[in-house]
């Protein structure tokens, strides 16, 4: 064992996990050992760019004996499935959000690592951004007053295919809230605590994919506070959160041109407190979310931390979306 954790990438080699790879060549404490999906051409082309080794399967991949922890970024319904045999083989897992795509199937994950002593750590990168923090931190010193509201939106314009896991509604019910919707999900409930219910109303608009590619979730919070989460798969990238307080409002706005490029994003947020007679701009340090939580997943394999969002927190935001899917107008 080496003082950097031997990691296998699994899935994604097109898409998201370049940007994990990448990020966690930018995290100290993580090594990239191999890689696996299931298109041959990209796993190759993608393990010769790094300088990794291409596995042949997902079980040569994860039995490698240089691998003590895996990195999943698959589909929603592989994560259990694929989390657990990890957990057979007593190899810690990362796993990106959501935990998994019932909550049931996350509450299995949570009690098998538990159970065996392993880390289980989930992707909610999006609270660990620097403008993130800046607004706990306003929060926690009663800037804005007492909230009462918050408005949260993350749209990006989807590239369905029928090849495409998202296409089919069974393995993405709630469209572009189970996929974008949760990183709010999660952030706001980082700022303002548990949320005690939630209900949402979803369609099928424009896409000829079979999701919904719009919808819209109501909140409550136990801290007393309403608010909506809302997204699209057919509109311009919008990304932004507003926080309504008896003080002031904040308002959090990202230029969403530089994405999927999580660790520009901080460069090209805007956080404004709106008070009764001025605009203050807010500053904050910028951060590279991705790089961060992976190294924080090694340092919690090595037993020195443990995740910030593990799986009590990737099944409370799964739980959001899920709940307000089941409680919506048909």
């Not at 895996?70 to 957990?87: G, I, K, M, R, S």
């Not at 951060?287 to 992976?294: I, K, M, Q, V």
Request: hydrophobic letters at 45%; one cysteine or more; proline letters at 5%.
């Amino acid at each position: 064992m080496t003082d950097r954790v031997g990691v296998a990438l699994i899935g994604g080699t097109g898409t998201w996990g370049p940007r994990i790879a990448a990020a966690a060549s930018r995290a100290a404490g993580i090594r990239l050992v191999t890689c696996f999906s299931r298109d041959a051409r990209r796993r190759e082309k993608f393990a010769a760019e790094r300088g990794v080794e291409a596995a042949d399967s997902f079980e040569a991949a994860i039995e490698h004996p240089d691998v003590e922890s895996v990195l999943l970024v698959t589909p929603n319904d592989l994560h259990a499935p694929q989390a657990l045999a990890c957990a057979d083989r007593g190899k810690h897992v990362f796993v990106e959000k959501p935990i998994a795509d019932t909550v049931e199937a996350g509450s299995e994950m949570r009690d098998r690592f538990q159970s065996d002593r392993l880390v289980l750590s989930v992707g909610h990168a999006f609270r660990r951004f620097g403008a993130a923090r800046r607004v706990k931190a306003l929060l926690d010193d009663e800037t804005l007053g007492t909230v009462v509201l918050a408005e949260a939106n993350f749209s990006l314009p989807g590239k369905l295919v029928p090849e495409a896991w998202r296409w089919y509604r069974a393995r993405a019910p709630g469209g572009p809230l189970l996929q974008l919707g949760i990183h709010h999900a999660d952030t706001l409930r980082y700022w303002l605590g548990p949320v005690t219910e939630s209900h949402g109303i979803f369609a099928r608009l424009v896409t000829e994919a079979e999701i919904d590619d719009v919808g819209a979730v109501s909140l409550r919070f136990e801290s007393g506070p309403v608010g909506v989460i809302t997204g699209s798969y057919v509109s311009p990238h919008t990304f932004f959160l507003r926080l309504y307080g008896t003080l002031a409002v904040l308002e959090y706005r990202v230029d969403m041109s530089v994405w999927p490029n999580a660790e520009l994003v901080d460069g090209a947020t805007t956080l404004s407190l709106i008070k009764k007679d001025e605009v203050e701009e807010v500053t904050f340090d910028p951060r590279d979310p991705l790089a961060e939580e992976l190294a924080e997943f090694g340092r919690a394999v090595r037993g020195d931390t443990v995740p910030e969002t593990g799986a009590v927190e990737g099944i409370a935001a799964l739980d959001v979306i899920l709940g307000a899917l089941s409680e919506s107008t048909p």
